[in-house]
């Protein structure tokens, strides 16, 4: 069987290796390591003078001198790595045992060296000397040469026998390899541990591949690149300017090996263009490659409605990849026509006048002439005076693309108006008053300004500008406006009447809510003299505490949610949230006296920075929506103990109120806590009551600094 020679030395010195170890050992009888040479293997044997003799084991660096039998001292030792040497046999080396000297002993192998005579590569007329080329014929005269498995060139350019062009005991022919390189030339027999005779001198291979042009230029991407020369079929690989690498399997070579052609990404970039040969070799062309780019030869129309298309013409316009209008506004690709001519895109809305950009892959550009957006105008309003509160008519032309509406007194209102609308329908803000244009503001900023005058009369009715967001039940609510003091009375839901009041003025109202106001996220009613009725912005009316700090929140269900439980359930239904936000919902009939609800561990976002066990509390916000429950447990798990507290039942207060459990009410078997940052483990609640059905929400159980009787549960 043939062997290539990196594999040959490999397998067959490893064998031989695994072989001996275990009679060759690096290390002392105590078992430390030692740093002796230690010679397992060596070879070949028979061996060829003029070849190489190799020595495998283990600390061969330290080998200083080999010596043949004859008393032939070699020094000059290739040292592979510390565990292989080798040497070339000289000619007039004789059979014997070989010594491996080192600093401080010798070794001296068990076997003979003993030598293969036949083959030769004859020293006068040995091989061919002259420049060869990849394809030339190269020629090995000697003898038994018809032993000869491989030719092997500079490198590992191997040609293996089979391929060999003729083969004699004296002679063997071979072509030059694409990857052979100039250097000395070698012959195996191809045994597991091969003889290798090489040249005396070094066999001179040149590189013959030249270029001449490249074509076309400018080459459009996603076409053809046709590259001109000498001897291209050398070539391996087309290393195009952005470093993108075409290999050899996506390279065309013509017939008479002048000409190659490789396919142009569409990624590609300008620049210079490299090859690479089968040696190794690298050239470059003087001349840099250029790129075929889209053109604009016009754009319509030249006024444009944003959201609407804008149609390009021009050349090569199926390499566009984007189109950018001004301000960096993206614009969206549409139909291109079948003969790249034509390509419409459709106007962002929030582009403005400009020019209009188009974009490649391969960064190449096209840039239109400026084109003109469309603006609305106005044919009318109507009417030109009016009471503030009251609505004014806007008609006029392309109305769709306006968003918002200024009055007087830098007073705005948001518009939407439908798909071709021909007018708004604006309510004038209740605090406008005063003379002035209107302005119309559109998608894309665009400001245009009425020619007419706009006459705002003060209203007396009524208008709120806010009112305190959440409030609990008998607190003060804080409402500001204008023209508050025509206030006659304010309704809550359901139809409950405020009776107590703080301060009142004609911008500022002090109103209690009513202890009987239905609680949640709701609105007022306001009523003026004149009988009209003003509804407040939504706010919440909440027996909850306000969350002084989120970041102690440790169970919101809203990310911070339950890994276990045995019933309930994250909900948000907007009839029982308290903000808007999720919360854990229990409506299921509960085990006696155990049902886990929620929990986590490992102190996952608990945090417990600065909370102290004295002064501070766990709160909870909860919602019981039928009768009142049983108890609860809320349980925190560490390596100072295993602490509960026993909550009392909840009541049904008609709404959202919160509960405060001390840190001082846990404890483990009558011991309190002591260091909340130990709580490292399991924490969570579980019902604790009676087997009964229980309906309530909870929501942002958190750690907070409170004040109150040490070891107290209060519910409020």
């Known amino acids: 069987m043939r062997h290539k020679i990196n594999k040959i030395l490999y397998a067959s010195v490893m064998a031989c290796f695994l072989s001996t170890v275990i009679f060759f050992t690096g290390c002392t009888p105590t078992g430390e390591v030692s740093l002796t040479p230690v010679l397992s293997v060596f070879g070949p044997s028979p061996a060829l003078r003029g070849g190489e003799l190799k020595f495998i084991g283990s600390n061969l660096d330290k080998v200083t001198a080999i010596v043949l039998a004859g008393n032939l001292e ?34 001296t192998t068990k076997t003979p060296l003993t030598f293969s005579e036949p ?17 030339d014929i190269f020629t090995i005269n000697g003898d038994y040469l018809n032993l000869i498995a491989q030719v092997i060139f500079t490198d590992g350019a191997m040609v293996d026998s089979a391929d060999f062009i003729s083969q004699t005991r004296k002679k063997i022919e071979v072509f030059v390899p694409k990857t052979a390189k100039t250097g000395k030339v070698a012959i195996s027999n191809g045994a597991e541990i091969p003889v290798l005779v090489y040249t005396s001198g070094v066999a001179t291979v040149m590189d013959p591949t030249t270029l001449t042009a490249i074509a076309p230029i400018p080459v459009k991407p996603g076409s053809d690149l046709t590259i001109t020369g ?24 013509n017939a008479a090996k002048t000409q190659i052609t490789v396919k142009v990404p569409l990624t590609a970039k300008e620049g210079k263009v490299k090859v690479q040969t089968y040696s190794g070799t690298e050239m470059i062309f003087a001349d840099s490659m250029k790129l075929v780019g889209p053109s604009i030869t016009s754009v319509s129309p030249m006024l444009v409605k944003n959201g609407g298309i804008l149609t390009v013409t021009g050349t090569n316009l199926d390499l566009v990849t984007g189109a950018t209008f001004s301000v960096g506004i993206a614009g969206t690709l549409g139909t ?34 400026a084109i003109t957006f469309v603006k609305p105008t106005f044919t009318s309003i109507s009417p030109l005076s009016l009471t503030a509160g009251e609505t004014v008519t806007i008609t006029g032309t392309d109305l769709d693309l306006v968003r918002k509406v200024k009055f007087i ?13 021909a007018s708004i329908d604006v309510i004038v803000p209740a605090s406008g008053a005063g003379t002035g244009s209107v302005t119309l503001e559109t998608v894309n900023g665009t400001q245009v300004v009425s ?29 500001t406006g204008k023209n508050l003091n025509y206030v006659e009375s304010i309704i809550f839901p359901t139809n409950v009447k405020a009776v107590l009041y703080g301060v009142r003025s004609e911008n500022t109202i002090e109103v209690y809510v009513p202890e009987t106001a239905k609680k949640g996220t709701t609105t007022f009613t306001m009523n003026s003299f004149d009988g009209k009725e003003i509804v407040s912005p939504t706010f919440t009316i909440s027996g909850t505490d306000p969350v002084v700090d989120a970041s102690y929140v440790f169970f919101n269900f809203d990310g911070k949610n339950s890994w276990w439980g045995d019933k309930g359930a994250v909900e948000n239904l907007a009839e029982y949230s308290l903000d808007g936000s999720s919360y854990f919902r229990i409506n299921d009939n509960m085990n006696p006296w155990w049902t886990g609800l929620f929990w986590r561990n490992g102190k996952n976002d608990l945090k417990t920075d ?5 002064g501070w509390s766990v709160k909870m916000d909860v919602n019981v929506i039928e009768a009142s429950t049983g108890d609860f447990k809320f349980r925190f798990k560490g390596t100072e103990g295993d602490f509960w507290a026993v909550i009392p039942g909840f009541a049904a207060k008609g709404g959202w109120y919160t509960v405060t459990i001390p840190l001082t009410s846990f404890n483990d078997a009558g011991k309190l806590m002591v260091d909340m940052s130990t709580m490292d483990s399991d924490f969570g609640m579980a019902y604790a009551g009676p087997g009964e059905h229980v309906n309530m929400c909870i929501d ?4 907070e600094q409170t004040s109150g009787p040490s070891g107290v549960l209060r519910l409020y």
């Open 74 to 107: 070699i020094t000059e030792i290739t040292k592979i790595s510390s565990t292989e040497i080798s040497i070339v046999i000289p000619q007039n080396a004789v059979p014997g045992t070989v010594i491996l000297k080192y600093s401080g002993g010798e070794i």
């Open 610 to 614: 600065g909370v102290t066990v004295a």
């Open 119 to 135: 083959i030769s590569i004859d020293e006068t007329n040995g091989y061919t000397t002259a420049t060869v080329k990849a394809g």
């Open 336 to 369: 291109l026509s079948t003969n790249n001519t034509s390509l419409e895109i459709t106007v962002p809305m929030t582009a403005v006048d400009g020019t209009v950009v188009l974009g490649t892959n391969s960064g190449l550009t096209a840039t239109s002439t």
């Open 700 to 703: 942002n159980i958190r750690f």
């Open 230 to 253: 000498t001897y291209m079929d050398l070539i391996k690989t087309v290393i195009l300017p952005d470093g993108n690498k075409i290999d050899s399997a996506n390279i065309a070579i």
């Open 409 to 421: 007194g830098d007073l705005s209102v948001n518009v939407s108006p439908a798909v071709g609308a």
């Open 451 to 479: 020619a007419d005058q706009l006459v705002i009369i003060a209203a007396t009715t009524p208008a709120i500008t806010s009112v305190t967001t959440s409030v609990k039940p008998g607190g003060l609510m804080t409402i």
